[in-house]
C-alpha cells in the first residue's frame, strides 16, 4: 500500500518517517561541524590552509592565538614584518634601531608574550631602549614552563616589614611598609625575594609618590618582590625582562637631579661670587726701583701691567706711575732750549698715557 502523500521508495530496514528525516539531520550536522570549525569551504578550497599562512608552515601556541591576523608572530618568522613595523612605531618604539627592535622581537618570540596586546612592550629611558612586561605576563611566562616541566609550583604568603623591622602577613597602617618579602616554591626548591620600598617606588616631578605608590604602596612592592623572586626561580625564562613596576624607579633619578643639582649649582655660584679672590704670593719686586729706570712712555706702561697682574697695583704706585709717566712725557715733547709745562697728562687703569684732550 502506498501511504498518501509521501514516496514509496523507502530503503529496506527503515521506516519512511526515518528516511525522510535523515538528510535534514544530516545537512543540520554539517552546518553544526562548519560553524564550530570556522570553515567555509567554497569553490573546491582546501579549508585547511589559511589564506595568510604557507601551507607547510605552522604556528606557535606559545605566541599568539590570533587566528591568522597579519600581527600574528610565526614561528619560523626572524624578524617583524612590514606591518608588524608600522604598528609597533604606532605603540611608541618608531625611535628604536633595528637592532633594538631585533632583541624585542627574540624576547616577544622566546617568551610567548604578544607585543600587539601589550603584554610586552620596549619602552625608552634616557636614550636606552627597555624591555618591559607585566607581573601578568612573569606569571604567565612560568606557568607555562611548569606546564612544559611539570614541576611543583607555589608561594608562600607575601610578608611586608614596617620601619620597626617586623614582619607582618598582612600590611594595615596608613604609612607604606618599607619592604615586601616573597617566597616562590618551584621544584621543591624556594627562591625568596626581598624589596625596598625606597628603592622601586615611583615619584612624581616634584619628587613625592606618584598616584599608585602613593595609594597601593604595599600592593606595588609586593609586585616588585614577586617579580625578583619569579626571575631567580626562572632565569632561563625571565633573564632580561623587568616588569613595568621595578623600572618605574629609573625615572626617578632624573627627578633627583633636577631638584637637587640646579640649587647646588645655585648656590656654588653664589660661592663663588661672594667669595674673595685668593691673594697672590707677593713678588718680591721693587716697583719703584725698576719706575725709576723706565727711560720711555712705553716702559712705564709696561710696568704698570705688569704690577696690575701681580695684583700690587696700590694707589700709591698709581699715582707714581702717573706722575712719572707725566714728566716723561713732558720731557720727550719740550723742543731743545725751550722750557715748556705740560699739563694734565693721566695715566688710566691699562697704563695708557694720555694727554688732556684725552688722546693717548
Known amino acids: 500500500m ?15 518517517r526515518e528516511d525522510l528525516r535523515r538528510p535534514r539531520y544530516r545537512a543540520l550536522e554539517e552546518g553544526t561541524r562548519r560553524h564550530q570549525t570556522g ?6 578550497a582546501d579549508p585547511s590552509v589559511h589564506p595568510h599562512h604557507r601551507k607547510g608552515s605552522s ?3 606559545d605566541i599568539t592565538h590570533s587566528g591568522g591576523s597579519e600581527l600574528a608572530l610565526g614561528s619560523d618568522q626572524t624578524f617583524w614584518t612590514p606591518n608588524q613595523r608600522a604598528v609597533l612605531a604606532q605603540l611608541g618604539v618608531q625611535r628604536a634601531s633595528d637592532e633594538d627592535l631585533a632583541v624585542f622581537f627574540h624576547q616577544s618570540q622566546r617568551t610567548g608574550l604578544d607585543p600587539f596586546a601589550k603584554q610586552i612592550y620596549m619602552i625608552e629611558r634616557q636614550g636606552k631602549q627597555t624591555i618591559q612586561t607585566g607581573i601578568d605576563g612573569f606569571r604567565l ?3 607555562r614552563t611548569i606546564d612544559r616541566t611539570k614541576e611543583d ?4 604568603p607575601t610578608l611586608w616589614c614596617g620601619r620597626d623591622g617586623q614582619w607582618r602577613d598582612v600590611w594595615l597602617e596608613k604609612e607604606p611598609p618599607a619592604a615586601a618579602k616573597v617566597i616562590v616554591i618551584r621544584g621543591g626548591q624556594e627562591f625568596d625575594a626581598i624589596a625596598l620600598f625606597d628603592s622601586y617606588a615611583g615619584k ?35 633573564s632580561g625582562l623587568y616588569t613595568a613596576d621595578e623600572m618605574q624607579q629609573a625615572d626617578n633619578s632624573q627627578v633627583v637631579q633636577s631638584q ?24 718680591g719686586r721693587d716697583w719703584l726701583a725698576e719706575l725709576d729706570q723706565c727711560a720711555t712712555a712705553q716702559n712705564i706702561r709696561d710696568l704698570w701691567k705688569a704690577c696690575a697682574d701681580a695684583g700690587e697695583l696700590t694707589d700709591d704706585l698709581k699715582a707714581a706711575f702717573t ?10 715733547n719740550q723742543p731743545q732750549n725751550e722750557t715748556e709745562v705740560v699739563e694734565g697728562v693721566l695715566i688710566d687703569e691699562q697704563g695708557e698715557i694720555h694727554n688732556e684732550q684725552g688722546a693717548a
Open 59 to 61: 604556528m606557535s601556541n
Open 260 to 283: 637637587v643639582q640646579r640649587p647646588r649649582t645655585t648656590q656654588q655660584h653664589q660661592r663663588v661670587q661672594s667669595a674673595p679672590e685668593p691673594k697672590a704670593e707677593p713678588s
Open 39 to 44: 570553515i567555509h569551504n567554497t569553490g573546491g
Open 153 to 156: 609550583f607555589g608561594y608562600r
Open 323 to 332: 706722575s712719572a709717566g707725566t714728566a716723561l712725557t713732558a720731557a720727550q
Open 204 to 238: 612624581k616631578r616634584d619628587g613625592n609618590l606618584n598616584s599608585m605608590w602613593s595609594t597601593q604602596g604595599a600592593h606595588m612592592i609586593a609586585k616588585c618582590a614577586e617579580a625578583l623572586a619569579l626571575r631567580k626561580a626562572f632565569p632561563q625564562d625571565l
Open 2 to 16: 502506498e501511504q498518501c502523500g509521501r514516496s514509496s521508495h523507502v530503503q529496506p530496514g527503515r521506516s519512511p
Open 141 to 143: 611566562i612560568a606557568r
